[in-house]
């Protein structure tokens, strides 16, 4: 009812209890609903292919329609938003990815990430290896994929005799 009667802030908090505590597909469904009423399109397509992925489970073969309506509002949020693959060309043991100063989860990398268009900067730092920053520029419905290479970092000891040693003097 509070959806029916279009306050999509007060439906929200209720719609994602619900989804809690019943893992349907059709909830799902209205969690985005009430995201894209909101204006939070990136959180909307997290809704909508949740709501495709549980469609999908075994026993699920009665929210055909459900899977159809959220695909359909998937297909209008690729065309408004982007994405982003973020891969590392080495996988250190220890390292942290970051996307727009968030912390990138691990098993997301080599995936697609949903992104609002616009500058985005890249960042990520692994133990023995110097950070690697870059700035990507995507518009709305473009795809990129940003290959990071670690360069080990290496220590110089250089006392301050041996720098004006090594440093001719001009006059």
């Avoid at 459900?66 to 209008?76: F, G, M």
């Avoid at 990815?97 to 697609?112: A, R």
């Amino acid at each position: 009812k509070v959806f029916k009667t279009g306050d999509a802030a007060r439906a929200l908090p209720l719609f994602v209890h619900l989804g809690d505590m019943t893992n349907s597909p059709n909830v799902q469904l209205y969690v985005g609903y009430c995201q894209l009423e909101l204006g939070h399109d990136r959180d909307a397509h997290q809704a909508f292919t949740r709501a495709v992925k549980l469609s999908l489970d075994p026993g699920s073969a009665k929210y055909g329609s459900t899977r159809d309506a959220a695909q359909a509002e998937l297909v209008k949020l690729n065309l408004r938003l982007a994405s982003l693959t973020i891969s590392l060309v080495e996988m250190p043991a220890e390292f942290a990815v970051k996307l727009d100063g968030e912390i990138v989860d691990p098993s997301l990398l080599g995936s697609p990430l949903v992104v609002d268009p616009g500058l985005h900067r890249v960042e990520a730092e692994a133990k023995g290896s110097k950070p690697v920053a870059r700035d990507v520029s995507l518009g709305a419905g473009g795809s990129k994929t940003v290959a990071l290479l670690f360069e080990k970092a290496t220590e110089v000891d250089v006392t301050l005799s041996q720098a004006k040693q090594s440093v001719p003097i001009r006059r």
